[in-house]
């Protein structure tokens, strides 16, 4: 698992830019961020490249707690960042924080 745990706290977005099932590609610093809002309300915050052929994670297919690549569909669990199946690789994960409507990682 690739997980960013610590760091800086970044605005990155407000809750009403999210859709349940749909991703948002945002920049910080350079990098690209894949942001899934989920069922429950809680937001996830990836790399937006896939580990296989560098797809736009922030594009894909959303399921439960899984995003699809769209290039080659590729499954990618949003909690550890890690393929599913029999795909190997990792992508990071980034803490979040929500405060109200705000959404924060960790960089």
């Known amino acids: 698992m690739a997980f960013v745990e610590a760091g800086r706290k970044v605005f990155v977005a407000n809750r009403n830019e999210l859709t349940v099932g749909l991703g948002k590609k945002v920049e910080i610093e350079g990098r690209e961020l894949a942001l899934f809002m989920q069922e429950d309300g ?31 569909d590729w499954k990618i669990c949003m909690k550890t ?27």
Do not use: M, W
């Not at 915050?45 to 769209?70: A, Q």
């Not at 960042?81 to 803490?95: E, L």
């Open 42 to 72: 809680s937001v996830r915050v990836l790399d937006n490249k896939c580990p296989h052929k560098g797809g736009p994670l922030s594009e894909g297919i959303v399921s439960g707690n899984y995003v699809y690549c769209p290039l080659h």
């Open 81 to 107: 960042g890690s393929a599913q199946g029999g795909d190997q690789g990792n992508v990071a994960c980034f803490t979040v924080k929500v405060e109200g409507d705000n959404i924060y990682v960790f960089i």
